[in-house]
């Protein structure tokens, strides 16, 4: 059983930045593919970005693209999602998990990952 803890989150204002963090234990990080995800209030839970079990493979959603970065640190078992230039329509509670399913494709549906944090808050104010 793998257990993940975000943190990093918090109030900035937009055109500002924030880097996340999502650390693991329980299992062989390196064996997971890593995703993040966020939900704003009275909406679906969204694709952010993801990155592969060999670092390689990146991911991200159309909306973030140019603004976030995902990587990971398999030596610290921790994922990290690097957010510039915020807006405040990236206020969302952000979330991580984790794909053990062994592919080399990068899933984008949150139903395709395994394990999850619990989240933490981000909040853009205009």
């Known amino acids: 059983q793998v257990q993940l803890v975000e943190s990093g989150g918090g109030l900035v204002q937009a055109g500002g930045s924030l880097r996340l963090s999502c650390a693991a234990s329980?299992?062989?990080?390196?064996?997971?593919?890593m995703g993040w995800f966020r939900q704003a209030p009275g909406k679906e839970r969204e694709f952010v970005a993801a990155?592969?079990?060999?670092?390689?493979?990146?991911a991200y959603a159309d909306s973030v693209k140019g603004r976030f970065t995902i990587s990971r640190d398999n030596a610290k078992n921790t994922v990290y999602l690097q957010m510039n230039s915020l807006k405040p329509e990236d206020t969302a509670v952000y979330y991580c998990?984790?794909?053990?399913?062994?592919?080399?494709?990068?899933?984008?549906?949150?139903?395709?990952?395994?394990?999850w944090g619990q989240g933490t808050q981000v909040t853009v104010s205009s």
């Open positions: 990155i592969g079990r060999h670092l390689l493979s990146l």
């Open positions: 329980g299992g062989t990080f390196s064996r997971y593919a």
């Open positions: 998990a984790a794909d053990n399913s062994g592919t080399y494709v990068l899933a984008r549906r949150q139903y395709d990952y395994d394990y």
